[in-house]
């Protein structure tokens, strides 16, 4: 079986920064694609960030210009630097991978999340 663990998560001002970290571990083949999604209380969760396994990444608009991510593959981990964080980014963060387990089967794990909120 695979866990992802999440931690980075808290409060911080509007115009400030935070990294989140995600790493992943079990019984892993391989990871293939890894992510951030986002969901705020009553809202429907929602991608952020998503990067493959060729380094290749995808950003919703609203984060653009504001959020990097990034993957350390000899360590499992995915990462999400959130630069010029404003309130409307407030929310519960879960990590996503995307994973080859040694069945060959590709299976989905989402992380338990973890709380941004940004203050103005």
């Known amino acids: 079986q695979v866990q992802l663990v999440e931690s980075g998560g808290g409060l911080v001002q509007a115009g400030g920064s935070l990294r989140l970290s995600c790493a992943a571990s079990?019984?892993?083949?391989?990871?293939?694609?890894l992510g951030w999604y986002r969901q705020a209380p009553g809202k429907q969760r929602e991608p952020v960030a998503v990067?493959?396994?060729?380094?290749?990444?995808n950003y919703a608009d609203s984060v653009k210009g504001r959020f990097t991510i990034s993957r350390d593959n000899a360590k499992n981990t995915v990462f999400l630097q959130m630069n010029s964080l404003k309130p409307e980014d407030t929310a519960v963060y879960y990590c996503?991978?995307?994973?080859?387990?040694?069945?060959?089967?590709?299976?989905?794990?989402w992380g338990q999340g973890t709380q941004v909120t940004v203050s103005s």
């Open positions: 079990g019984s892993i083949f391989s990871i293939n694609t």
């Open positions: 996503y991978a995307g994973v080859v387990a040694t069945t060959y089967r590709l299976n989905d794990y």
């Open positions: 990067i493959t396994s060729g380094g290749v990444t």
